[in-house]
């Protein structure tokens, strides 16, 4: 089983549609929880970190099950500039440890 | 403005040429990262410093090699032993250990010709 697994996409919606992503993780000891964004040919940039109580900031929101092993990223209102990939990213706390990063979810949002 | 730069944008190397490429921080952060990006494929993780003068390597770090002198400076030579290098290089760097956010800087281009 993959680390972090994200349905490649793409998502095509219209303006103003929600749409929602999830992404399962493998290990269970994970602690630390992101989404970033990242547009074509452009670095990756933190969307919003993820809690266990799950957090909202604006038209996303961020949901964390953990006896799933799953998060979730859900966009309201979808506007012309969502369109991006999604990169879920998930972080076990051993001390240094690092950031495994999945492979992302295109959104495509349409006129 | 403080922030990740990377040097050069786009970098065309000859086989059998090492490069190196540039990543300089100003966020004081201690922690510096180099990874790599191929097309549809997930970020992986080259080598990683945590502080001055050390660093350890990360999931695909043959043919790669690093030096951590300075805070702010993390620059990552590409060998003539990496097979496959060309790839977008991606530089970021986090306050402490990794569990914090990582910023990115904007990427280096790398084509081999």
């Known amino acids: 089983r993959k680390e972090v697994e994200q349905d490649p996409g793409p998502f095509n919606v219209p303006e103003g549609a929600t749409v929602a992503f999830n992404c399962t993780y493998s290990?269970?000891?994970?602690?630390?929880f992101f989404w970033y964004r990242q547009d074509c040919r452009k670095e990756p940039k933190l969307l919003m970190s993820?809690?266990?109580s799950g957090n909202e900031d604006g038209r996303f929101t961020a949901q964390l099950n953990r006896a799933s092993q799953y998060i979730s990223l859900l966009i309201r209102d979808s506007k012309l500039s969502d369109s991006a990939t999604y990169l879920c990213?998930?972080?076990?706390?051993?001390?240094?440890?690092?950031?495994?990063f999945g492979k992302g979810t295109m959104l495509l949002v349409s006129p | 403005d403080g922030g990740i730069t990377q040097s050069p944008k786009y970098l065309f190397r000859k086989e059998g040429q090492n490069v190196t490429l540039s990543c300089e921080q100003n966020?004081?952060?201690?922690?510096m990262y180099w990874y790599r990006q191929d097309p549809g494929q997930g970020l992986r993780l080259i080598y990683y410093?945590?502080?001055?003068?050390?660093?350890q390597k990360g999931d695909i770090a043959e043919g790669y090699s690093v030096s951590r002198e300075k805070k702010e400076s993390f620059p990552l030579t590409v060998t003539s032993a990496q097979k496959n290098p060309t790839a977008f290089y991606l530089c970021?760097?986090?306050?402490?250990?990794?569990?914090?956010?990582?910023?990115f800087g904007p990427g280096t281009r790398l084509t081999v010709l």
């Open positions: 970021a760097s986090s306050t402490t250990g990794s569990t914090d956010t990582q910023y």
């Open positions: 290990n269970s000891a994970s602690q630390s």
């Open positions: 993820v809690y266990s």
């Open positions: 990213v998930v972080s076990p706390f051993s001390g240094y440890s690092t950031l495994t």
């Open positions: 966020l004081n952060h201690d922690a």
């Open positions: 410093s945590q502080i001055v003068n050390d660093f």
